[in-house]
């Protein structure tokens, strides 16, 4: 066994590495090689996925017997750190007990704890029965077509499902260990044009004013009642983002009214039935339109509750404090990894500076996340 102090120093040597590359989407400047070179002493194998300008990294470690196959699922890029902060993002700096750099939160700690506790956990019990892998993407800050959802496709044609997965975005919302995410609403967006007719303000139109309509439909889809929340998810929202129409000029009548609105829904409702509901008031509106849907993502709520056991036990033996389940938030890969893994988590440090400037993590924090994620490989694979 090594000595605490020199495991100490492996950990943050390899997240200064990481975190001193500016992989900033989809350029992975080297994050993913890192990961491989550490890796690689530890029998992982390794398979790249790339396409276009996007790195896609998987990396496996077979055990000794046919077990269940537990997967980390990360990205290696990051947002562009933009304007305001007071050290350089990235030159990891320790100041008043907190790691400052891009990426710290969002998402190359995990990464890197994950790394490490697979490292770890594989050197002290060598004899596991199953396998760890972890899957890497730097195309996740960006429209990721093609990072994750290519990689899964890429990683189906080999056979390769995973049965757990452990999506490393930053979960907790005040402490390490106060959240685990175990599904995510659904996201929506539909634009309508309502069309009349442009002209003078003194004169009646032929057909109505497309904004009084406009407000009509508002009117209407503010009234509904979508559902009361569902299974641990809190009520469909719907919210316009936008409106736009009109010249400028006091004395004319809009032509046209564009409208754009967001649904986050839960399971409990399909997008078509909310679009055929939407696409009914759109038409009892009885002037032309056009309307227009982007499916951005689709509800998903994890099945089965061993990972959410072996996680929440690793969560309250390192840090003493139970977590929460929580569907709250935007969304991330896991929608499109529930679709190749029954049980996918997500789990990582706190999020509250996120795609901020000078972002930071406690450091308490990194040696904390790196005992959980080992603690949770010891409740999968060896039991507690
Ligand atoms: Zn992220």
Redesign the pocket.
Known sequence: MKSAASDHDELNLLLSDILSRASVTPDDKGCQQAFESYLTSTGFEFISIDRGETKNLFCCKQGKGPGPFLLFA??TDVVPPGEGWNTDPFTPTLRDNRLIARGTQ??KTSDVCFAFAAKQFIRDYPGFNGSIGMLLTSD??GDGKDGTVYAIEELKKKNIFPDFCIVG??TCTKNLGDTIKNGRRGSLNCKVTIHGEQGHVAYTPKLENPVHLAGKLINGLTQIKWDNGFDGFPPTSFQISNIHAGTGAVNVIPGTCELKFNFRYSPALTNEEIEKKVEELISGLGQQTDVSWTRSAFPFKTKGNKLATALSSAIEEVTGMQPQLSTSGGT?DARFISRWCPEVLEFGPVNNL?HKANESIPVKDISTLAGIYYQTLVNIFIGR
Do not use: L, T, V
């Open positions: 990360g990205h969002d998402m996740e800050e975005e930053p991330s996120i």
